[in-house]
């Protein structure tokens, strides 16, 4: 049971509770495809090598941190296969766009979820990385809250790793377009 505090503002299980609505939704709605959610768990050691395929999004506004996408090649051929309708059995430029798609997606709803009490975020371009004995880390020892899902018995993991912006001391208003004001004469 995960009850730590991130920090003021937001506690782990929430922020799991984000991820895995989110990742459910995307995933129910736009590749037709119910997953299961497995134990949530919070990473704060050196990534070992992997192999596969992992999106990388940058949050920034009155919180900083990043999101990711990470599972096998087979599991990112899947996702597209469902995503785009059309069997992908080997990665390629189709399937590494539809993993920063829906990395895409499933980051900005919880970005969208987390805004209302964070304040405003931006999202940056996801980074998509396909290869073997590869790693991926933060560039401080952070701790990432990790929500693994399984499909047909392949795992994907969505991960977060977020904390108050230390230069941005005021809760800012929710990012977008501003509200458009009618002028009467």
């Known amino acids: 049971m995960m009850t730590n505090q991130i920090n003021e503002g937001l506690t782990q299980r929430e922020l799991a509770e984000a991820i895995r ?3 459910t939704e995307v995933f129910s ?3 037709g495809v ?3 959610a497995g134990e949530v768990f919070v990473e704060k050691e050196e990534a070992v090598p992997a192999s596969g395929v992992v999106s990388i999004i940058g949050l920034a506004g009155a919180w900083v941190g990043s999101g990711s996408l990470s599972c096998s090649a087979s599991f990112a051929c899947k ?3 469902h995503f785009l309708q059309e ?3 080997a990665v390629s430029e189709d399937v590494l766009d539809s993993v920063a798609e829906i990395t895409n997606m499933v980051i900005g709803n919880v970005k969208t979820h987390l805004e209302n009490r964070l304040g405003a975020m931006g999202l940056s371009t996801p980074t998509v990385i396909y290869g073997r004995n590869f790693q ?3 560039a401080r020892n952070q701790e990432w809250t990790v929500v693994p899902f399984t499909l047909g018995g392949e795992r994907m ?7 108050p912006n230390s230069e941005c001391p005021e809760k800012s208003q929710r990012a ?3 509200i458009p004001r009618l002028l009467t004469v």
């Not at 993991?157 to 904390?163: D, H, L």
């Open 21 to 23: 609505n989110a990742t």
């Open 29 to 31: 709605t736009m590749l």
């Open 34 to 36: 119910e997953l299961a």
């Open 79 to 81: 996702m597209a296969s």
């Open 87 to 89: 069997e992908y059995s």
């Open 136 to 138: 991926t880390r933060g």
């Open 157 to 163: 993991c969505i991960q977060i790793c977020i904390v």
């Open 176 to 178: 977008g377009f501003p």
